[in-house]
């Protein structure tokens, strides 16, 4: 295991947070992979978090697996860039494959690590996601959203 697994496995027992499932990925850097959900509107998205001996930890939640398509891309696209010139801490993409990610990337070393920042930016993640969920599942899917979620969305990228 890495020093930074293991402050982060600290943390996660003195807060008594047991909503990860944790695996070690046995691989060149030590990696361990920390899995949960997270409930945005009534969706339980799936979290994934990589922390290991290189400098980078990353956060990532699946929007939707296979939702970008050639009826709907242009118009992710869009969004998705409008969203990412707004945001600093993560990030929107999809693969080729056209699953839907948020990427969060941290930066440490073994001795700088900070766990609480995982969850700031995890927090931070989620209180987005609950404020655009709806919007950007009706960008996926061709229907207009709700007005008050087009305008909760607009108050954030201002």
């Not at 404020?131 to 954030?156: C, F, H």
């Amino acid at each position: 295991m890495n020093k930074k697994a293991e402050v982060f496995d600290a943390m996660l027992e003195e807060q008594k947070i047991e909503s990860f499932d944790r695996s070690e990925l046995k691989d060149s850097f030590n990696g361990v992979l920390y899995r949960t959900t997270i409930d945005v509107k009534n969706q339980y998205l799936p979290v994934f978090l990589t922390i290991d001996a290189s400098i980078y930890s990353v956060v990532r939640i699946i929007l939707g697996d296979r939702i970008v398509n050639d009826d709907n891309r242009a118009a992710m696209d869009k969004y998705i860039n409008e969203i990412n010139r707004s945001q600093k801490v993560f990030k929107y993409y999809y693969a080729d494959d056209g699953t839907l990610f948020v990427d969060a990337c941290i930066v440490s070393s073994d001795e700088s690590f900070e766990p609480r920042l995982v969850q700031v930016v995890l927090e931070v993640v989620i209180e987005h996601l609950k404020k655009t969920y709806g919007d950007t599942m009706s960008i996926i899917w061709n229907v207009d959203a709700p007005e008050s979620e087009r305008q909760e969305e607009q108050k954030e990228l201002d």
